[in-house]
Each structure stands twice: as structure tokens, then as C-alpha cells.
């Protein structure tokens, strides 16, 4: 059913709420819709199955969408997950079996008896098999991007809603390296309301790069040239899309003395590689991590043995919105010296979640001390999502479903 773009969205969705078959409900509509926009998503799938009103309105677009704002604004996270990997023993092929657990997001943060991680689930995700690893291209809306490694040398894409556990398993992209390999993100281009899989392999000698870009709206895939010279882009990283713009760390000068840490961009909505520029630090010894807390980009710069300061860009694009959010001092414990990647922050400012090494950790502002909650697995990646309702499948599909 095509809602009446005339209609207020509110308007449509308590229509929706009313099941032609029955009487006036007992309760009013819009008391209805609300309650229904604050449920989990499992409760919602389970709702649908309650009425055809319910089943229409649950499944409505202008309701995922307000169900997925309210989500992601909700300040204590009770909609929010942590996705990680973690490595597995035996091996298999003279390499370990890396697989996915979740946990609730506002668990990790305040349980202070690790509860949360001790229990956190393994996840069956798509094309799950005891000898494929997995890995975490990026999320977003609660969509996650994940390449599953199905034969030697061999992976697959799938876009998966752990909320919902329907995935799309992309066709090859054919990307073939003209440098040294390629890099993967995941994000969601708000212009053209479509979710896009990037693969990028840098040439830096012709100074270009070749881009595939997967549309999940007509899914298919489409081949660009662009003009690139910001480094190599790290391949273990493709989490950050924030308002349309894909973020890698990269280094420049590779294996010299003067290698050091760029932010390479590639905008979806003009489909162009970019540099960000980053803050000015103090001088010094120093090892710098990409990451994103709420809406900002974020970087951790780890001074060894003294601190690590963390950055986070307000306005994006903009240098001089630069602001230092938090001076974590160090802790003379020597993994905690280590260079870490910033997951997460409270809305209050004072918990931040980061992994450092294979453990993961909360950093605690106001107490100024931090707890590892990581000891039951070896992480190697991490990434959050909010539950949502936000469908896998390339919008030509739609209809068969």
C-alpha cells in the first residue's frame, strides 16, 4: 500500500493502526502507534502477527523510519548492540576460525560484574559454518555489512539485519586490485535514501583508484575511476560512514621514517576520494586510531607511555570544529598503554568504550580508571548498531517478500 504523500505521517500510521474488520479499539490510535514506536524489534515482529492493521502499519516505511529515529536518539542505548569478532582455537587451515558474539550496548557500559560479556551470544549469521571466518565491513541503521570467507581466498558479501535475521547476500563485485588489495565500507546515502557497498583498490603510482559500488535500491553494481592520492587505506577498517562519507585511516610514506597517519574519505553522494584534515596535536612520539562516537569522527591519539588524548569533529569538514573530548591518562599497566580504537560514549560524556590490543574496555572520566569487561574471547574488531526494522533486501525485491 503506497501511503498518501498528503497525509500527515501520523495521520497515516493510526489509520494503519485501525483493523477495518474490528470495532473502535479500546485504546486510541495514537497511544497505540507510540507505544508500539518505544517496543524492541523482536516484540514488533512479534505484533505483526496480531491483526492486519498492526501487520500494514509495523511494516510501513514512514514507520521504520520513525521507529529507527526514536532508536537511535534513545539516550541510555536500550536499542543498541555491540557486534564483535573473536578469534576461535583449533585452527583451521594454519589460521583461527573468527567468529560473531552480541551483547546489549547499555550492559557493556554500566555493568560493572561483566554479566554482558560473559553471556553475550554467538551470532548465526549468514553462510555460518564452523570453518568460515567472518568479518565486519561496517554498519549502519542496523544493517551490518559482514565478508564471510567461504573458501580460501574467497569472500562473500551479505548485508544482514541481526534484528531481524534477514540478510542479502551481494553478487561478486569483480573487483580485481590495480594496487595491493582492497578495501570495503558500508554506509548509507541519505540524498537518494539507498545503502551503498564500496570496494576501493588505490593505485598511488597513477595516483587513482578503482571503485565498485554496490546500490542496494536496484542492486546492481556500478565501476568508477577516481582520482586518489591519500595513502594507503588500512584494510582491517571500513566501520565509519557518517552523513554519507565513507572514512578509512591510511598512511602516507609507507616503511619510512616519516610514515604517518591520514583520514582518506570517499563521499557517496559525489562518488569522489577526499583527505580530512585532522587536528593539530602536541608534539612528540604518538599513535593515532580512527573511530566514531554518536555523530562525530573521532581520533584517539596515544602519546606512549604519558596519555591518549581523544578528538572528535563536531562539524564535519570543518578543521576548527575540532574538539578534545577526553585526556585518558596512563595507567601503569602495560596493556593499557596500548594504542586503541574508541567504540562508544555515553551520553553523558563520562563512559567511553574502546578496544585496546584483544580486550575490550570502559574508560571511566570521572573516576578516572578502567575496567577491563573483555575476558572470555580474543576481540579483534568490534562495531554498534541500533535494533531497526530497515530491510537487507535491494528495494526491487521488496514485493516478492
Known amino acids: 500500500m503506497s501511503p498518501n504523500q498528503n497525509e500527515n505521517p501520523n495521520q497515516q500510521m493510526q489509520s494503519m493502526a485501525l483493523d477495518s474488520e474490528t470495532s473502535q479499539p ?7 502507534v507510540r507505544i508500539l514506536l518505544r517496543l524492541p524489534v523482536e516484540s514488533l515482529l512479534r505484533c505483526k502477527s496480531v491483526c492486519k492493521s498492526w501487520h500494514s502499519l509495523i511494516s510501513n516505511p514512514r514507520f521504520i523510519k520513525s521507529h529507527l529515529a526514536m532508536s537511535t536518539t534513545n539516550t541510555d542505548y536500550a536499542h543498541h548492540t555491540l557486534i564483535y569478532t573473536t578469534e576461535y582455537f583449533p585452527s583451521v587451515r594454519g589460521r583461527p576460525i573468527i567468529k560473531l558474539k552480541t551483547c546489549n550496548l547499555r550492559d557493556v557500559l554500566y555493568d560493572s560484574n561483566n554479566n554482558s560479556i560473559n553471556n553475550a551470544l554467538e551470532v548465526d549469521y549468514p553462510s555460518k559454518h564452523e570453518s568460515n571466518s567472518v ?14 570467507e567461504e573458501y580460501v581466498m574467497s569472500k562473500a558479501l551479505f548485508i544482514w539485519n541481526p534484528s531481524t535475521r534477514k540478510s542479502y547476500r551481494l553478487p561478486p563485485s569483480g573487483c580485481k586490485p590495480i594496487g595491493w588489495y582492497v578495501v570495503c565500507g558500508f554506509g548509507y546515502d541519505e540524498s537518494t535514501d539507498e545503502y551503498k557497498v ?17 546500490s542496494l535500491k536496484d542492486g546492481n553494481w556500478k565501476e568508477i575511476v577516481v582520482a586518489y592520492s591519500h595513502g594507503f587505506p588500512s584494510p582491517e577498517f571500513g566501520k565509519l560512514c557518517i552523513n554519507g562519507v565513507l572514512r578509512w585511516p591510511a598512511s602516507t610514506g609507507h616503511g619510512s621514517a616519516s610514515c604517518s597517519m591520514t ?28 573511530g566514531s562516537l554518536k555523530e562525530w569522527l573521532c581520533v584517539l591519539c596515544s602519546y606512549c607511555g604519558i596519555r591518549a588524548d581523544v578528538w572528535v569533529m563536531k562539524d564535519y569538514g570543518v578543521k576548527d570544529s575540532w ?13 593499557r598503554d596500548h594504542p586503541s580504537t574508541p567504540l562508544c560514549v555515553s551520553d553523558d560524556g563520562e563512559r567511553l568504550l574502546q578496544i585496546r590490543r584483544d580486550r575490550l574496555i570502559v574508560y571511566d572520566s570521572k573516576n578516572n580508571s578502567d575496567t577491563e569487561i573483555q575476558k572470555l574471547d580474543i576481540c579483534i574488531g568490534a562495531c554498534t548498531f541500533v535494533e531497526s526494522l530497515v530491510s537487507p533486501m535491494p528495494a526491487a525485491s521488496l514485493g516478492d517478500i
Do not use: H, M
Open 323 to 335: 574538539t578534545k573530548l577526553v585526556s585518558i591518562p596512563y595507567l601503569n599497566v602495560p596493556w
Open 263 to 290: 583520514i582518506t574519505s570517499f563521499d557517496l553522494v559525489n562518488e569522489t576520494c577526499g583527505e580530512v584534515l585532522q587536528p593539530v596535536y602536541d608534539a612528540g612520539r604518538k599513535d593515532l586510531r580512527l
Open 198 to 214: 564500496v570496494a576501493l583498490s588505490p593505485n598511488l603510482i597513477d595516483g587513482e583508484a578503482l571503485v565498485r559500488i554496490y
Open 26 to 32: 479500546t485504546i486510541p490510535t495514537d497511544i497505540v
Open 135 to 148: 568479518s565486519i565491513v561496517g554498519s549502519c541503521n542496523g544493517l551490518v555489512c559482514i565478508a564471510v
